[in-house]
């Protein structure tokens, strides 16, 4: 494991990492099957990071007793048909969760609490070292480009989806690419690409001085107002992108 704790003294560090995270991500399968126990409901070859969960399980820690109880039994019980529970997803984020039962999950999560920015809530809660040796190379990103270069690669450790680095006019956009046959709900949506700007502003320097965008396929959310909060930026609706504009 990479310490969390310091960022990468200079370009000779970052590369002994990347080469180290380059040999690890090689030897493991594009798509990992999920850990899962005998007769599972959700089984698939699409699969996302237990470390990715990490910061739903905050926000239920939060939450009051009476609300929470419920909400946690309810989530888990999607999970449970992936055989696994919340306390495995706390003690092993190294785990991969079938991709079907996270959208479950959140689905629930969403309906039961009439959350609808639950997504960007859960990137709000992110804390440092959630996500493991993926945030420490974003960590050592000495610019912006490179840190989009990092997610590109490396994105699929967290999550099944690809980062298609395109043009969109006098834009340069990272967008989100899941297999066609996927549902993909807006919260999962939400939480990736607002964590995606949260740990560059926190981790490079030339973050701030570039204009960002979100740019959504959806017609302006009724949360609009959150983006601006928490991202500091307003959502900016694009046909056919699901990105970070810059």
Do not use: N
């Not at 002994?16 to 089984?43: I, N």
């Not at 237990?50 to 609300?67: N, T």
């Not at 804390?127 to 997610?151: P, W």
């Amino acid at each position: 494991r990479v310490s969390m704790r310091r960022r990468c003294s200079g370009p000779s560090e970052r590369a002994t990492l990347l080469a180290e995270m380059a040999k690890r991500r090689s030897a493991a399968p594009r798509r990992s099957k999920p850990v899962a126990a005998p007769g599972a409901a959700f089984v698939g070859a699409d699969t996302i990071a237990a470390a990715a969960l990490r910061p739903y399980r905050r926000l239920l820690s939060i939450l009051p007793d009476s609300q929470r109880t419920s909400l946690e039994r309810r989530t888990g019980a999607s999970l449970g048909r992936a055989g696994l529970s919340w306390p495995a997803v706390a003690e092993r984020p190294d785990l991969r969760v079938a991709h079907a039962a996270c959208v479950e999950m959140i689905d629930t999560a969403v309906a039961m609490t009439g959350t609808e920015a639950l997504g960007l809530y859960a990137a709000e809660a992110w804390r440092e070292g959630d996500f493991d040796l993926c945030e420490c190379l974003v960590r050592c990103a000495a610019t912006v480009g490179d840190a989009i270069e990092v997610s590109r690669r490396y994105l699929p450790l967290l999550v099944d989806a690809d980062l298609e680095v395109i043009r969109d006019g006098r834009w340069v956009v990272g967008r989100l690419c899941f297999a066609p046959d996927l549902r993909v709900p807006q919260a999962l949506i939400d939480q990736v690409m607002a964590t995606m700007r949260l740990l560059t502003l926190r981790y490079v320097q030339d973050a701030r001085t570039l204009r960002i965008e979100l740019h959504l396929r959806q017609t302006r959310p009724s949360y609009a107002a959150e983006y601006r909060r928490i991202l500091g930026v307003d959502p900016a609706v694009r046909e056919a992108v699901d990105g970070v504009g810059m």
